[in-house]
């Protein structure tokens, strides 16, 4: 017996260490030659460093609703945008002769058949009235009778509640039961008749797609660049809460102490301030405040970017400023109180950092999580009380469409012109569903310990 | 709990104090008079004008005696939409009928929300939850014009075939011009009660404390309603409490929508007016009603749930 076979035999049976010699009797020559690039990077996939972002985004392609959400958010940012570039119509044009259109119509023929109709249902019973006295006459002379003026009055009376019943009946005529008796079909996209008839002379005519309001502006443009004041409202409230939200909670918590004692009093404070009454409030008292601003002459930067926004815009984001960073500052305050016990940060300060930098670089950073999910969830809500305000006329200026206003005028023609209502109202609801929902998987994907 | 119960009260009338002066120094700051739109007077009047209603003197003077009134229960008198009348009588008038089209709407919106949340919560990860989440974040997701038009537009005459109920708000027609205005101004409270209620349930049923009422052998029925549920509406409650201020003074839109002739509609009208100690009155008034029922529901929570500490600040 070797003394290389006496070590063999004593090895322990329970022991862990691999057997080098039978590993060794598998291997080949090949298996000692540099890995290809190939097997390379498939050893570095494995353990690739993943960060934040790329970790958050993978969870978010994962959630199927926010994916959808976006898809949404980012259609409609095309549709606001983009759209308007597309439609030759302006919100403000007033396309006359095209009033009322509903977002379908009928060729050219079939309005022709339907005229026709009507006007054949309404000639028949009406007889002309001098022919009628004529025939009288000539009745009344063959008699031997003398025909009076109040004969012919009374003639004339007779045809002509003769005739008013006629017309009445022509006006009873339904012109839907009538196109529906005909077999007319509806087409969709809105055309007025002389845009029909251009048309048909070979023309291209933009079709009015969700039809015209009673000035005859059209709806689709008017509904884009609604969705374009909200879109931008939500968006600049929501950066507007987070610099100010972020700003005082984070200096808030980082000072602590008697700073954050008096701080925290004012957040008290705001809180509990009921924020949509006092947002009508500043809407409606800063109108005319603004509004004397920009007229009494001169000008200057300020004033110029006043009367561009229009009055109603700027004091909703006044409103926003004073009011709506308290939940943002309220948030980053307690992410900063956790954040500023934490070891680098004592290092930075033992490193001379100032109380600025520290927060800068360490403590948002570290929170930059929440700071996301706060902010994308205030965009709704600042669409949500844009919608509001100008739906009650304090929201923004006239000329200026907006889904709200819009609404509201559509309410005086509701039910013929039903689509007025419903087109601002499902688009404006789709949108806040979509932030909101879009939202709701950031939060998911960013804070998984919050993930329900 | 005394100390506290004073310092919150202090906190609130602070709050109150400083809704009237903003609301007082807001208004004041708008260009223009108040006799502007009638016949220009001569100077003479527009002196005697200013000098009865006190606006001849400067502003910290005019706040000043403007909040002794409020203490004494002077709102002022209208100045253009009811002229002369006080509008302490106005709002006497206007908020019962806010508030019981308010406390109807709350109430299904309760009723409903807190059930539905449960029952998601149960059936998690479900079809029933599924629904139930959809039609939730559509619900907080719709403005309210948009619900009270649409049922409008439904309900009430847009299709010929139902008209179950009238467009126009009208008391003596009893319940039937309740139901749209209820609906719609309950409809945003009850979507959010219920996602409240749905991830607060979720979260206790994920307690230790619902593992040893299991373990003891409890039933299920008593482990939800006895530990899960009572803890739960803990969030609820702090949602409902401004929330039930709010809806009792009126829902601004739904009010304007339905012509209620409540506070809500006539506050929108003074603005729409620039009727200016109006907008001023009804706002105060709301705000502190709101306040004060931010107060109650923050004691009301300490008797809910002892283990609330409530003399740390903040979160």
């Known amino acids: 017996m070797t003394v290389a076979e006496e070590k063999k035999m004593k090895r322990c049976p329970v022991s862990l260490q691999p057997d080098i010699e039978s590993l060794l009797t598998d291997l080949t020559e090949d298996d000692f030659s540099p890995a290809s690039k190939q097997e390379k990077d498939d050893f570095i996939q494995d353990r690739q460093s993943v960060s934040y972002w790329k970790d958050a985004w993978r969870r978010l392609k994962k959630n199927i609703v926010a994916m959808v959400a976006l898809g949404v958010i980012i259609f409609l940012f095309l549709f606001a945008f983009v759209g308007p570039l597309v439609v030759p119509y302006g919100y403000e044009q007033f ?45 009344a002379e063959a008699k031997g009778e003398k025909f009076t003026k109040k004969d012919e009055a009374v003639l004339r009376a007779q045809a002509k509640v003769a005739a008013k019943k006629a017309s009445d009946n022509a006006e009873e005529v339904d012109p839907e039961a009538l196109r529906k008796e005909l077999g007319i079909k509806k087409h969709i996209f809105g055309y007025s008749r002389a845009e029909l008839e251009r048309k048909a002379e070979g023309e291209k005519v933009f079709p009015h797609i969700f039809g015209t309001d009673m000035y005859g502006r059209d709806i689709l443009v008017r509904v884009m660049f609604g969705a ?79 009367s561009v926004l229009g009055p109603n815009l700027i004091s909703l984001f006044i409103a926003f400023g004073m009011l709506y960073w308290v939940t943002m500052s309220r948030i980053i305050r307690g992410q ?34 929440q700071i996301v999910v706060t902010t994308c969830l205030q965009i709704p809500s600042a669409i949500f009380l844009e919608s509001f305000l100008s739906y009650l006329g304090v929201g923004v200026s006239a000329p200026l469409p907006s889904l709200g206003s819009m609404a509201t005028d559509a309410l005086s023609g509701m039910y013929t012109y039903t689509y007025r209502l419903i087109i601002p109202a499902i688009v404006l609801s789709i949108m806040i569903l979509a932030f909101n929902l879009f939202g709701d998987g950031l939060r998911d994907a960013l804070d998984p310990k919050l993930k329900k | 709990m005394g100390k506290y119960f004073l310092k919150r009260l202090g906190m609130a009338l602070l709050t109150i104090l400083l809704v009237a002066c903003v609301t007082f120094l807001l208004m004041n700051a708008v260009p223009g008079s108040p006799w502007l739109s009638e016949k220009t007077p001569s100077e003479t009047t527009l002196a005697a004008l200013n000098a009865k209603y006190g606006l001849d003197q400067p502003v910290p003077v005019q706040l000043m005696k403007y909040l002794q009134n409020l203490l004494h229960g002077d709102f002022g008198v209208s100045l253009k939409m009811q002229k002369n009348r006080a509008v302490s009588s106005i709002i006497i008038e206007m908020f019962p009928i806010s508030a019981k089209v308010g406390a109807l709407a709350l109430l299904w919106a309760v009723l409903v929300g807190v059930p539905l949340g449960c029952l998601a919560a149960f059936k998690r990860g479900k079809l029933t939850d599924s629904i139930l989440r959809v039609v939730c974040t559509v619900g907080i997701s719709m403005p309210s014009f948009v619900v009270a038009s649409a049922l409008l537009v439904v309900f009430a ?9 009238p467009t126009i708000f009208d008391a003596s027609l009893g319940w039937r011009s309740y139901v749209l205005p209820c609906f719609s101004l309950g409809f945003y409270p009850m979507c959010y009660t219920a996602r409240q209620t749905r991830s607060a349930m979720l979260d206790s049923l994920n307690q230790e404390y619902i593992k040893t009422a299991r373990a003891k052998g409890l039933k299920n029925k008593k482990i939800i309603f006895k530990h899960a549920l009572r803890n739960a509406l803990i969030p609820v409650i702090t949602y409902l409490g401004p929330q039930v201020a709010f809806t009792l003074c009126g829902g601004f839109v739904v009010e304007s929508v339905f012509s209620i002739p409540g506070l809500g509609r006539y506050m929108v009208q003074s603005i729409q007016n620039r009727d200016y100690p109006v907008i001023m009155g009804t706002t105060i008034f709301i705000a502190s009603f709101i306040i004060l029922m931010n107060l109650v529901v923050d004691i009301l929570y300490k008797v809910a749930d002892p283990r609330i500490s409530l003399t740390k600040g903040g979160e």
């Not at chain 1, 102490?257 to 809407?283: F, N, S």
């Not at chain 1, 500023?340 to 999580?369: D, F, M, W």
């Open chain 1, 228 to 306: 374009r004041v909200s879109m931008s409202v939500g968006v600049f409230a929501a950066l507007l809460v987070l610099v100010i939200g972020a700003l005082y909670g984070s200096i808030s918590g980082y000072c602590g102490g008697r700073v954050d004692a008096v701080m925290q009093r004012i957040v008290e404070l705001i809180y509990a301030v009921p924020e949509m009454l006092v947002v009508l409030l500043i809407a409606t008292a800063m109108k005319p405040i603004l509004t004397e601003y920009v007229n009494s002459g001169g000008g200057g930067p300020i004033k110029s970017f006043v």
């Open chain 1, 95 to 139: 396309n006359s002769g095209a009033e009322n259109l509903f977002p379908y119509h009928y060729t050219l023929e079939d309005q022709k058949r339907l005229d026709e109709e009507i006007a054949a249902r309404s000639d028949s019973g009406t007889v002309d009235v001098a022919e009628l006295i004529e025939q009288a006459k000539a009745e």
């Open chain 1, 336 to 369: 900063v109180l956790q954040l500023k016990q934490q070891e680098y940060v004592t290092a930075a300060r033992a490193l001379g950092a100032s109380g600025g930098r520290i927060i800068r670089r360490h403590l948002l950073p570290n929170c930059i999580g």
């Open chain 2, 157 to 165: 005459g847009g299709m010929a075939t139902f008209k179950f109920f």
